[in-house]
């Protein structure tokens, strides 16, 4: 068994952050504008990605599948949580194509779940 640098409470910390910024970055912008709308979905895509290349980097060092499994499943439930964000924007704001990240961030979370199958 590995004995770990990081663990689950660490990789939700930094997912939370991300999540805590954009909420608060989004709160502060005017509602008539869409390029800072699609600048902070771009933020908060560029955060969960920080989050899955520390997770990725943490199963490559893992000899137990199940302990991967679980890593591929904290990802599959950030992702939830960053797309969920992602959607309300996009429900908020239908004019700035914010989707778009929604969809990359779905994406990422098939690619998680298919990893988590994988591995359990």
């Known amino acids: 068994m590995m004995t770990e640098c990081l ?3 660490d990789v939700n910390e930094l997912a939370q952050a991300a999540l805590t ?3 608060q ?4 912008l005017p509602g008539d504008l869409c390029v800072p709308f699609n600048q902070a979905a771009g ?3 560029a955060g969960l990605l920080i989050v ?3 997770v990725a980097k943490l199963v490559r060092k893992e000899d137990d599948l199940g302990r991967i499994a679980e890593w591929w499943g904290t990802m599959v439930s950030q992702c939830d949580e960053f ?3 992602l959607r309300d924007l996009s429900l908020a704001h239908p004019a700035c194509t914010a989707e ?3 969809d990359r961030v779905l994406d990422l979370r098939n690619k998680c779940k298919r990893l988590q199958q994988m591995h359990s």
């Open 83 to 85: 797309a969920k964000r």
């Open 43 to 45: 933020q908060l895509e």
């Open 21 to 23: 910024d954009f909420d």
């Open 25 to 28: 970055e989004v709160a502060s």
């Open 100 to 102: 778009f990240y929604y």
């Open 7 to 9: 663990g689950e409470s």
């Open 52 to 54: 899955y290349r520390v």
